[in-house]
């Protein structure tokens, strides 16, 4: 569409006078793949202000590339960019077809830019346009995983060492063909791991009989220091769940995530029911309307929406609130497949939201570092968002050119009689 053809449906408003300084100039979409895809949004007005969002779709890259080029940033062209919420509302309600994963990714991008040029704009870090600090540092969990219980004791152990104040603990289980969160070899946890997806087997009750006993040796091994998480992935039925969160309450977990599909999120009363295990769940939501009676009902104790998950800060930020209601705390999402653009923007986030968590972080690699120079930095178990203008992290196109897309998909799991499972 040409700019003089989306003029000629715009509203009389003066965010399109053309020399309005906050006018939209260009937005465009930047697939980059170092080491991994992402895909980034970098969005310009006519003072020449930039903004960087992040859209990346695990396994789906290119769908949300197309619906940002094809239905996005012809609308976005010639709007004022201080018009964050307008535009959001305008991008959510305008598509008529609401939610979903690509829709809300796509937004988030959009959303996210925005909050980055207008702190940039005003000279001000993210976070203080959000309300300031709350905190002097956001608490992280790294992954920690090995092919067996020894070795996994081991990688926790590293992690400690590093000063994590937290560790995720993933086995391989015995039986178990290719357990979720363990890597192969040296290379960081990456399960989009090929053009088609890997087929994965899956033993439910090789898992339930295995994962107390890793966790008894963690607590063996290192005492009750230590705030130890554990990932499910969706794997278990509701009374499975519930099994196993009772066979963890000795060990103290931080939470049990994703312990069943949230889909339905009544299944997660039957869950609660039975164990004080706490229960984290909602990396794979889109909106408040997936979360909404988990959290109402004290369903689950962290919510696991993440910034570019759920159309951007404007919606995480009502996620936030609503679920403080009721003690409901935020641990957001934050796996190599959320790009370090929006690492930083969580970080902003999680450095003022008052019902802060915890905060996934898996460090990216030195090749994805180096494509998206950012302010933030870990110290002592803690990241920290920096003090520059915006989000603090940017693109380097020129060396986002040098890695060009590969397309790779998450595995899918069967159980052992064949019959498909949830990966
Ligand atoms: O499997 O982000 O808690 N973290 C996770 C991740 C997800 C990936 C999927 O793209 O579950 O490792
Ligand atoms: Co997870």
Redesign the pocket.
């Known amino acids: 569409m040409s700019q003089a053809a989306a003029g000629a449906n715009a509203q009389p408003d003066t965010a399109r006078e053309p020399d309005a300084p906050f006018r939209i100039r260009a937005a465009r979409v930047i697939v980059t793949s170092p080491g991994r895809n992402f895909v980034t949004l970098k969005i310009e007005t006519e003072q020449g202000i930039h903004g960087v969002g992040d859209a990346t779709l ?2 789906r890259e290119l769908a949300v590339a197309a619906y940002l080029n094809d239905h996005v940033i012809p609308v976005l062209i010639g709007r004022d960019a201080r018009r964050i919420e307008d535009i959001w509302q305008y991008l959510y309600r305008g598509a008529y077809w609401r939610r979903g994963p690509v829709t809300m990714r796509a937004i988030a991008a959009v959303d996210v830019a925005l909050w980055d040029l207008k702190a940039k704009a005003l000279g001000a870090p993210l976070y203080d346009l959000l309300g300031g600090k709350s905190r002097n540092g956001v608490m992280v969990y790294g992954h920690a995983n090995g092919a067996d219980t020894a070795e996994t004791l081991d990688a926790v152990g590293r992690y400690l060492d590093a000063g994590y104040k937290a560790v ?1 603990a993933q086995s391989g289980v015995p039986g178990v063909k290719m357990a ?2 363990v890597g192969r070899g040296d290379l960081y ?1 990456e ?2 791991d090929a053009s088609l997806p890997t087929e994965t087997l899956w033993d439910t009750r090789a898992y339930m009989n295995f994962a107390p006993k890793l966790f008894e040796a963690l607590r063996v091994r290192f005492g009750e220091g230590p705030r130890l998480l554990h ?1 499910v ?1 969706h794997r278990l039925t509701p009374i499975e769940a519930a099994q196993l969160g009772k066979r963890l309450e000795p060990y103290d977990l931080f939470w049990m ?2 312990a069943t599909p949230a889909e339905n999120q009544e299944a997660f009363r039957l869950i609660r029911q039975h164990t004080t295990t706490p229960l984290a769940v909602g ?1 794979v939501f889109n909106t408040i309307w997936d979360a909404k009676d988990l959290i109402q009902n004290q369903l689950i104790d962290y919510i ?1 929406t993440s910034v570019v998950g759920v159309g951007g800060i404007t919606h995480l930020r009502r996620i936030a609130d609503f679920a403080a209601l009721w003690s409901v705390r935020t641990g957001s ?1 934050g ?4 790009s370090p653009v929006t690492m930083g923007a969580a970080l902003h986030f999680d450095t003022w939201v008052p019902n802060f968590g915890i905060q ?1 972080y898996m460090r990216h690699t030195p090749e994805t570092d180096a494509v998206f120079p950012h302010a933030y930095t870990f110290a002592d178990g803690l990241l920290h968002p920096g003090d520059a203008p915006g989000h603090g992290v940017d693109i380097d196109e020129a060396l986002a050119a040098k890695y060009p897309y590969e397309p790779r998909q ?1 595995p899918v799991a069967r159980l052992t009689d064949g019959t498909m499972w949830n990966w």
């Open positions: 695990n396994g995720r979720y969160g946890y399960p989009a990932d992935h995530e994703d990396e696991r999402h796996a190599t497949d959320l996934e998450l």
